[in-house]
């Protein structure tokens, strides 16, 4: 599919652009620190630097600014006439500040071009904090006094979100992960049967490999259909109705299932209309935990919102998915394949690291280990031999336990990002719901119900599993495991890394941890 798809792709990078300033911790609109940190001359592309060469035209003289942009970039200005709607970098270079929160709502202020979209953000913290970009980085527009947040596309204009505001508005932008953001185009089967079928006059179902591309493809479109609650207008009570998503729009039908014309209610169509989902079940009463709404870009009352809800977030999923593609289309797909072409295109290991190789020094001479396999049981087992010269080193550190050895392995995993220490089971899986639902998600914490213990949280089927981790005591030793000792491990370093590779008795392998990002 992605070979098809990407024959109707055109690529365009992203420039790196705006500065980035210091502003402490405050949740207030005023900031305490304005020192500027601008980025180094050398992350600007080639488009960036012409980009700031457009904005220095003067509109006004358009003969004599088409003549010399084309003279100077000849490679880059097409030799017709260039109209001004084609050139949006002819607009004045206006910067304005911004503020961004992570989920511990510490924010921090950006000073920002005027044109910067949801991903040329992100790039600026990626850059700012040295750390890698994996596509699951993402803007939120929240709006609290309406119970509802969305997803700020990588392609949207973030100026665009913060004007449509009001003035004393409390909604916010928050930077988080969401691995979620994409998995439609990695998963085939994303779609369950039910819930598409090619035409309203026919209920056969669309090959899974040719699904995606057919919700992209402007001529055709699989329709969806199902019921959900809606809410009623100028109601408090919720409603179970059929309803259909076609490319003309979203309807629900006035009589059971039929999809007649003379039946179908028009809701909203999406070339005006965001999607949203709810964040707050008690300000809508909604009767799931699986709610989602269509908001018009021109009103921000709560009258004027369409709600619905799903019985499951399987089926909340795939509905706001499929408006989502039909609403953005191919620009979806260029922004989930961007990031990878850039990988492509640089290097994945440098020059020094791939003249390292594998040495044994165990005899009296050094050798080179020209085995793989070899080099590999070599570096475990060294691996392993830190970890227990380690354990020995800090048996008198860490929470008190009965052994030195348990102590010690507290001790080795607080460091790790996956862990979260003293997290509630809500709380956990408020964060994982949060990152997205994809199957691997996990993070390990304390157990509430039993202090001696851990739980492994993850998710699979978009459904959120709390493992406990058991201590298993042997010959005066005390091992971690799943599987009432089957499968024992010295630390949670060791049993993390393991079932990462391995699923074992979990329904998936553990793919991707919860992290917090740093703003």
């Excluded at 990588?154 to 508005?169: C, K, N, Q």
């Excluded at 593609?325 to 797909?333: A, D, E, I, P, T």
């Excluded at 392995?409 to 408020?430: C, M, N, T, V």
Aim: contains cysteine; glycine residues 4%.
């Amino acid at each position: 599919m992605n070979n098809a798809l990407d024959e109707i792709h055109t690529s365009r990078s992203l420039g790196a652009k705006g500065e980035i300033f210091q502003s402490g911790k405050s949740n207030g609109n005023t900031f305490s620190s304005q020192t500027l940190i601008p980025l180094q001359p050398a992350l600007l592309t080639s488009k960036a630097k012409t980009r700031l060469a457009f904005c220095r035209g003067n509109r006004s003289n358009k003969k004599a600014e088409e003549s010399s942009v084309s003279d100077a970039f000849p490679e880059v200005i097409p030799s017709h006439p260039i109209s001004k709607c084609l050139l949006p970098w002819t607009k004045s270079c206006t910067t304005q500040v911004i503020k961004i929160y992570n989920e511990d709502n510490v924010s921090r202020a950006v000073e920002v071009p005027s044109d910067i979209t949801a991903r040329d953000v992100c790039q600026l913290f990626v850059l700012k904090n040295h750390c890698t970009d994996d596509n699951s980085l993402t803007l939120f527009e929240n709006l609290p006094h309406l119970g509802i947040e969305r997803i700020i596309e990588d392609h949207e204009s973030v100026i665009e979100v913060l004007s449509s505001w009001g003035m004393d508005s409390d909604s916010r932008l928050y930077f988080r992960k969401n691995y979620a953001k994409y998995e439609f185009f990695r998963k085939p089967l994303f779609f369950p049967d039910d819930m598409v079928s090619i035409s309203s006059e026919s209920n056969s179902t669309v090959d899974h490999s040719q699904l995606i591309q057919t919700f992209l493809n402007s001529s055709s479109c699989p329709e969806l259909h199902g019921h959900l609650q809606a809410k009623e207008q100028s109601r408090k009570s919720w409603k179970k109705a059929y309803c259909l998503l076609r490319r003309s729009g979203l309807y629900i039908s006035t009589k059971g299932t039929s999809k007649e014309p003379r039946h179908l209610q028009f809701i909203a169509d999406f070339s005006d209309c965001d999607i949203y989902t709810i964040s707050s079940k008690k300000v809508h009463g909604a009767p799931t935990d699986f709610g989602f709404c269509v908001k018009s870009t021109e009103s921000s009352s709560a009258r004027d919102l369409k709600l619905f809800c799903a019985d499951d977030e399987q089926t909340r999923t795939c509905w706001i998915t499929a408006m989502r593609l039909l609403k953005y289309g191919m620009k979806l797909y260029q922004n989930y394949i961007q990031p990878h072409q850039k990988h492509k295109a640089s290097p994945m290991r440098s020059i020094s690291e791939n003249s390292l190789v594998a040495m044994d020094f165990s005899g009296k001479k050094g050798r080179v280990i020209e085995n793989p396999s070899e080099a590999l049981s070599v570096a475990v087992e060294e691996g392993l031999a830190w970890r227990r010269k380690s354990c020995r080193s800090l048996g008198g550190h860490g929470s008190p336990s009965t052994s030195r050895t348990s102590s010690s392995s507290i001790a080795l995993h607080l460091a790790q990002p996956w862990f979260y220490g003293k997290l509630s089971r809500d709380e956990s899986q408020r964060m994982i719901t949060q990152q997205g639902l994809v199957d691997g998600l996990f993070l390990v914490r304390d157990s509430q119900s039993n202090p001696k213990t851990f739980v492994l949280s993850m998710c699979h089927t978009q459904k959120i599993k709390h493992v406990q981790i058991l201590p298993v005591e042997d010959e005066g030793q005390t091992f971690y495991s799943l599987d009432d000792g089957h499968t024992r491990f010295t630390d949670l370093i060791q049993l993390v890394d393991f079932y990462q590779l391995n699923r074992g008795i979990l329904p998936c392998k553990l793919k991707h941890h919860c992290s917090k990002v740093t703003v």
